[in-house]
């Protein structure tokens, strides 16, 4: 099975960070986020790797070919001298993706995950597509997914048909297709998948499914939640099993402060946790980090 990471995104929201990496290639607690993706895609059964590249094409290449290489993946790699949204992104791969059901990965999330059961479901669903979906947190409902009991969506962001008695869910920003879904496509330029391409799906009377999933999510695209996440992962609110030995704590234990200091890192210095020193990290003597800071 293939899959797809989004990586074309300008990442303005998470500025400055985003003037040095594009989203999917920020270290993330000593690793590329890009790496927790293959993680969970890998353990799904993804053999080869699409990306869309935009926005330091050359940087998200780099990093993308390094992480691919270690996980024995292939990659593919197209490069968008226009962006072209979500839709146009996963159009762009057509060539690459067609021919099988595949995933799509939004590529600035950290979502461990097992993704199994949802392919299966997909599988035998015989839908279009299928967004992994969580329940909508209390109080919010910008851009609701709507699905009927049945788990069919019926609309996305206020587009689509509508129906009585449906429920709002959120979406994480992966998805499972059939190849079918490029013949709801237009054949250039920027489009969005859920608020156009899938709208056509629906039109048409065929299927977009939800399947709910448990599992941690975070949209990391802004500062805060970049830090929020962090913080999560180094205070044990985020189930790491997902991710196996690409889970950034592996092989790691906190000191009695919540610090998780990398053997590999030279600690003369105080470490205040929750804080992750990572790999060839120096804390010389009189210096004093944390809390809530990821080094190295």
Not at 169 to 178: A, D, I, L
Request: net charge negative; charged share 20%.
């Amino acid at each position: 099975m293939k899959a797809m990471v989004l990586c074309a995104g300008l990442g303005t929201r998470l500025r400055p960070l985003t003037e040095r990496w594009p989203k999917p290639a920020m270290p993330f607690l000593g690793q590329p986020l890009f790496r927790y993706h293959l993680a969970v895609l890998k353990a799904a059964g993804v053999t080869a790797v699409g990306i869309n590249t935009h926005h330091l094409p050359d940087t998200m290449a780099k990093v993308a070919r390094a992480e691919c290489e270690r996980a024995g993946l292939s990659l593919h790699v197209v490069h968008e001298p226009v962006i072209q949204g979500t839709g146009g992104g996963i159009r762009g791969l057509r060539d690459f993706l067609a021919g099988d059901d595949f995933v799509v990965f939004n590529g600035d999330i950290l979502f461990p995950v097992d993704l199994r059961p949802v392919v299966a479901a997909h599988r035998e669903s015989g839908a279009v597509a299928t967004m992994v979906l969580l329940p909508m947190p209390e109080g919010e409902t910008y851009a609701a997914v709507e699905a009927d009991a049945g788990m069919q969506v019926k609309r996305i962001a206020g587009y689509g048909p509508g129906g009585d008695g449906l429920k709002p869910w959120h979406f994480t920003g992966v998805h499972v297709m059939s190849p079918s879904v490029f013949d709801f496509m237009t054949a250039e330029g920027p489009e969005d998948i859920n608020r156009e391409v899938y709208v056509r799906v629906m039109q048409a009377g065929l299927k977009v499914r939800g399947h709910a999933v448990d599992a941690y999510w975070s949209d990391l695209g802004m500062p805060s939640r970049y830090l929020a996440t962090v913080r999560d992962v180094l205070e044990g609110r985020v189930p790491l099993e997902a991710l196996g030995t690409d889970s950034p704590l592996a092989g790691l234990k906190a000191d009695a402060a919540g610090a998780w200091v990398h053997p590999e890192a030279r600690v003369a210095g105080t470490v205040r946790g929750p804080a992750y020193v990572g790999t060839g990290a120096v804390v010389d003597a009189g210096a004093t980090v944390g809390p809530g800071v990821s080094v190295g």
